[in-house]
């Protein structure tokens, strides 16, 4: 391999190895336990948050028909008082009629007697409901605390060490090859990492093996490395490096 190309890939693997370090701290971070639990509790207490929203709409609905249904028995009410003041000159047709309003509105007083309780035993479930969830959202929202201040400990602790390594690989970057850099970066875009791996020798065969995926190399891969001392697997497309 020419000493120049040689000299740029070992600046890379030493930029890649940086990288790792870098992207091991930060999935520490990202599948911290406290992080599971804060997103846990943060739906827990958005999910009371809409219960008691539905319940208080519930109950505004509930308001509305009692308050209808109260002006219903009110109305009923007062036929029922102008129907029980009897006129003694009143015709047997006209007693006969205002009796049978008088069986209608009684019909009517059970069935709005039936809905008033209906209105209770929902109002009821509804206050429960909304008592439940008041319970479990201020709980949520404890145990959120809990687990942020926790997280919060975590990040604060690797906080230094995050803006080394970030700032360590600003500067290493300054150095590298721009095209053999694009080319890293596009493969880590396409979830290829490390996107640059050592040539794995395959004893029994006499042959190389890519270090990213593990795919025999053809002969002709095989003869690059060995011409030129890199060469695209044929499988991953990662860049295989034949290095001391």
């Not at 509804?126 to 201040?149: H, L, P, S, Y």
């Not at 596009?186 to 640059?196: A, Q």
């Amino acid at each position: 391999m020419d000493e120049k190309i040689k000299q740029s890939f070992k600046m890379m693997i030493a930029y890649q190895k940086k990288d790792i370090e870098l992207r091991k701290l930060n999935n520490l971070i990202e599948r911290d336990e406290a992080l599971a639990v804060m997103n846990k509790y943060r739906h827990a207490f958005d999910d009371a948050k809409r219960a008691i929203a539905e319940c208080e709409q519930q109950a505004g609905v509930l308001l509305d028909t009692f308050a209808e249904l109260q002006r219903y028995i009110e109305d009923n009410e007062t036929a029922l008082a102008e129907l029980e003041n009897t006129d003694s000159g009143e015709s047997e047709e006209e007693l006969e009629r205002r009796v049978k309003r008088l069986e209608s509105l009684k019909s009517k007083f059970q069935s709005a007697d039936k809905k008033m309780h209906d209105i209770q035993d929902k109002a009821k479930a509804v206050c429960n409901r909304r008592a439940d969830a008041i319970k479990t959202g201020n709980a949520a929202k404890q145990k959120f605390a809990e687990a942020r201040e926790k997280h919060g400990k975590l990040v604060n602790s690797k906080a230094d060490e995050l803006k080394r390594l970030k700032s360590e690989l600003e500067e290493m970057r300054k150095a590298l090859d721009p095209k053999l850099f694009a080319e890293y970066a596009k493969l880590v875009d396409e979830n290829k990492f490390p996107p640059i791996v050592r040539a794995v020798a395959d004893d029994k065969k006499n042959m190389f093996n890519c270090g990213g995926c593990g795919l025999n190399l053809s002969q002709k891969g095989n003869a690059s490395l060995n011409d030129q001392g890199w060469f695209r697997c044929e499988n991953c497309h990662r860049i295989i490096v034949l290095l001391d």
